[in-house]
């Protein structure tokens, strides 16, 4: 269970031969989920930025949302960050 747990359901991931194979696979999955899929549902939002986005948010899970914080440390607006946030929301990954 504690093996799900961490490396998720996919079996690529989760039967990966070592822990630095799985993680492998995750990155490469959000890379191409954020630089290939993403772009295609909505505005082109640089993938990098995403992906920090992305980061910071779920190092924020058990806290308020604070898009004038997290627009500060990505140099963008407040409305941008909500907007990018929306966007995370309607593709299920947030």
């Known amino acids: 269970l504690e093996s ?16 630095a ?7 490469n999955f959000i890379r191409t989920y954020l630089e290939r899929d993403v772009p295609q549902f909505g505005p082109r939002i640089p993938a990098q930025t995403l992906e920090r986005l992305w980061t910071m948010l779920a190092h924020n899970q058990a806290g308020l949302l604070n898009a004038s914080r997290l627009a500060a440390n990505l140099s963008v ?7 990018y946030v929306d966007l995370l929301v309607d593709l299920l990954l947030i």
């Open 21 to 27: 194979d799985s993680f492998a696979y995750r990155r």
């Open 77 to 83: 607006s407040a409305p941008t960050i909500s907007s």
């Open 4 to 19: 799900l747990w961490l490396r998720g359901g996919f079996p690529d991931s989760f039967l990966a031969h070592s822990e």
